[in-house]
């Protein structure tokens, strides 16, 4: 009989939030009170992976998981985790460390080349989102950052100019080759929606979504610090490069259409011919996905999940044997569908099920992941919640 999580388990998990746990920290690191609190939610994509860097649409949605900062101005930087060791003093200008403190001082350097960063702050960190799980918590930690500091600073930034501080520090200071989904979405997400975003043309629409969304995560961690990520945006990079000898005008992948793959895959040499057939085909379901959403439709919207996680499984290969898994289980088990959302190579899944009989599915696929694992996986359920915010500082 498989353990069905029971609601009063689920609502554990964060009771005091990511900008409570932050502040407290915060006390108990510096000995005084910040002055500035803000969080940021982590995401999950609905539909639209590694179409976001070739031009294509995204379907994020905010999640409820957040990361909040608390901080005050100070004499040089220094910043705290809640789950990382010890206060880190750092020099802004010093190279970077390879830790997650890079993902601050790259928000520090793209807010000075603004002019909207303090002279100096003591910062501290907390959230509960999981990390490495395909869940951007990076991004919320960057916009979440680039909001306090920014007030720090005096400056009342727009969600779009924060989203951009954000990606600008993780692409160009911490040198991931990221598209700007994460941090549209951690900026820009609505309560009760998903996002359209169409990155070459920068338009966002809201999409409702209504109800649950579940995730299962993998336990199979990744670290963006480049690695497979930034292997594929070369490749895609590669065939753009090829696709223009035939088509001289292409901007973006995503602009080809499928009637172009034949061509595709006279011209170009594999590896790169399923990598543009995940993009283009990618970028056809994530439009095909907000318009079914838009109308309801949910059982389409999950056989197009299912299709994306083929897509990912076969031609861009970036799923793992854990998230294949879970997906096909969660088809056997009654969900609308599951997809592996997030970079890849671990992570999480998505899961989308009938309200009346999510539990019971979600349950059943752990159960079927544990027979092969010998682990439950983590499991949890969310609503699309809300981008960045200011926090107001408890007394
Ligand atoms: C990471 C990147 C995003 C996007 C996804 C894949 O999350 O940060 O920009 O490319 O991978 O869809």
Same mark, same amino acid.
């Given at each position: 009989?498989?353990?069905?999580?029971?609601?009063?388990?689920? *609502?554990?998990?964060?009771?005091? *939030?990511?900008?409570?746990?932050?502040? /407290?920290?915060?006390?108990? =690191?510096?000995?005084?009170?910040?002055?500035?609190?803000?969080?940021?939610?982590?995401?999950? &994509?609905? #539909?639209?992976?590694?179409?976001?860097? &070739?031009?294509?649409?995204?379907?994020?949605?905010?999640?409820?998981?957040?990361t909040g900062i608390a901080a005050r101005v100070a004499n040089g930087w220094s910043f705290v985790s809640a789950t990382e060791d010890g206060v880190h003093?750092?020099?802004?200008?010093?190279?970077?460390?390879?830790?997650?403190?890079?993902?601050?001082?790259?928000?520090?350097?793209?807010?000075?080349?603004?002019?909207?960063?303090?002279?100096?702050?003591?910062?501290?960190?907390?959230? &509960?989102?999981?990390?490495?799980? +395909?869940?951007? =918590?990076?991004?919320?930690? @960057?916009?979440?950052?680039?909001?306090?500091? =920014?007030?720090?600073?005096?400056?009342?930034?727009?969600?779009?100019?924060?989203?951009?501080?954000?990606?600008?520090?993780?692409?160009?200071?911490?040198?991931?080759?990221?598209?700007?989904?994460?941090?549209?979405?951690?900026?820009?997400?609505?309560?009760? /929606?998903?996002?359209?975003?169409?990155?070459?043309?920068?338009?966002?629409?809201?999409?409702? #979504?209504?109800?649950?969304?579940?995730?299962? !995560?993998? +336990?199979?961690?990744?670290?963006?610090?480049?690695?497979?990520? &930034?292997?594929?945006?070369?490749?895609?990079?590669?065939? #753009?490069?090829?696709?223009? !000898?035939?088509?001289?005008? #292409?901007?973006?992948?995503?602009?080809?259409?499928?009637?172009?793959?034949?061509?595709?895959?006279?011209?170009?040499?594999?590896?790169?011919?399923?990598?543009?057939?995940?993009?283009?085909? !990618?970028?056809?379901?994530?439009?095909?996905?907000?318009?079914?959403?838009?109308?309801? %439709?949910?059982?389409?919207? +999950?056989?197009?999940?299912?299709?994306?996680?083929?897509?990912?499984?076969?031609?861009?290969? /970036? @799923?793992?044997?854990?998230? %294949?898994?879970?997906?096909?289980?969660?088809?056997?088990?009654g969900a609308y569908g599951a997809r592996l959302t997030g970079a890849g190579w671990g992570g999480a899944v998505v899961l989308l099920a009938p309200p009346?009989?999510?539990?019971?599915?979600?349950? !059943?696929?752990? /159960?079927?992941?544990?027979?092969?694992?010998?682990?439950?996986?983590?499991?949890?359920?969310?609503?699309?919640?809300?981008?960045?915010?200011?926090?107001?500082?408890? %007394?």
């Open positions: 009989m498989p353990h069905i999580p029971s609601q009063e388990k689920r *609502s554990t998990v964060g009771r005091l *939030s990511p900008a409570r746990l932050a502040t /407290s920290l915060f006390t108990t =690191s510096f000995a005084t009170r910040p002055t500035v609190a803000a969080s940021a939610p982590g995401r999950v &994509n609905l #539909l639209g992976e590694h179409t976001d860097y &070739n031009g294509g649409p995204v379907l994020p949605v905010a999640i409820e998981r957040r003093q750092l020099d802004i200008d010093a190279p970077m460390r390879r830790t997650w403190t890079d993902y601050l001082v790259g928000v520090v350097r793209e807010l000075r080349a603004l002019r909207a960063a303090p002279p100096g702050a003591e910062v501290a960190v907390a959230t &509960n989102l999981p990390i490495g799980a +395909g869940l951007s =918590s990076s991004a919320a930690l @960057t916009v979440a950052a680039a909001k306090a500091l =920014s007030l720090l600073a005096g400056k009342r930034l727009s969600p779009a100019a924060l989203a951009e501080i954000a990606f600008r520090a993780e692409y160009h200071q911490v040198g991931v080759r990221c598209g700007r989904m994460d941090q549209t979405i951690a900026a820009h997400g609505q309560r009760g /929606s998903a996002l359209l975003f169409e990155t070459a043309a920068g338009t966002l629409q809201t999409v409702p #979504l209504p109800g649950r969304l579940w995730i299962l !995560e993998t +336990g199979v961690s990744h670290r963006l610090t480049g690695g497979a990520l &930034n292997d594929r945006r070369r490749e895609c990079e590669e065939a #753009l490069a090829f696709c223009r !000898e035939w088509r001289p005008g #292409l901007a973006y992948l995503s602009q080809l259409t499928p009637d172009d793959l034949p061509e595709v895959e006279r011209r170009l040499a594999p590896p790169l011919v399923p990598r543009v057939r995940h993009v283009v085909t !990618e970028t056809a379901r994530t439009r095909r996905a907000a318009e079914v959403l838009a109308a309801g %439709d949910l059982v389409t919207l +999950g056989r197009l999940l299912v299709q994306g996680h083929e897509s990912l499984r076969v031609d861009y290969q /970036s @799923t793992v044997p854990e998230a %294949d898994l879970l997906v096909t289980s969660a088809r056997e088990h009346e009989r999510e539990a019971r599915t979600v349950a !059943e696929v752990g /159960s079927d992941f544990q027979k092969q694992y010998g682990r439950m996986p983590v499991t949890w359920s969310t609503r699309a919640s809300r981008g960045v915010r200011r926090e107001t500082l408890a %007394d």
